[in-house]
């Protein structure tokens, strides 16, 4: 299984909200894990940021040809499961291939 991690790119995959569907099929890359109740400074805009501490999971912050949930053009928030990795290493698969073939 691929982890997401802070500097790698992925495709948004799915979206909960009608303002996240646009960005669907975009490649972004990922900034941050941002927990609820966390605070700081998104790198698009400079402006300080806190997350909403009655959320119920973290989401990350992604930059690229994307817009936010309020129509900001450069980031936005994405849950997990919506983003699939772009550069994973994909040496698991390779090495299963070898011991089949």
């Known amino acids: 299984m691929f982890q997401l ?3 790698s790119l992925a495709m948004i995959i799915g979206a909960r909200t009608a303002a996240g569907r646009v960005n669907v ?3 972004v890359e990922l900034f941050a894990l941002c927990q609820p109740g966390e605070r700081f400074i998104n790198p698009v805009n400079g402006v300080t940021t806190q997350m909403p501490r009655e959320g119920v999971r ?8 994307v817009v936010s949930f309020d129509r900001q053009h450069g980031f936005a928030f994405v849950r997990a ?3 699939m ?3 994973g290493d994909l040496a698991p698969a390779r090495e299963e291939a070898l011991f089949l073939s």
């Open 85 to 87: 990795p772009l550069d």
């Open 5 to 7: 991690k802070p500097g």
């Open 81 to 83: 499961e919506h983003l």
């Open 25 to 27: 099929g975009k490649s």
């Open 58 to 65: 973290a989401l990350w912050l992604v930059t690229g040809d």
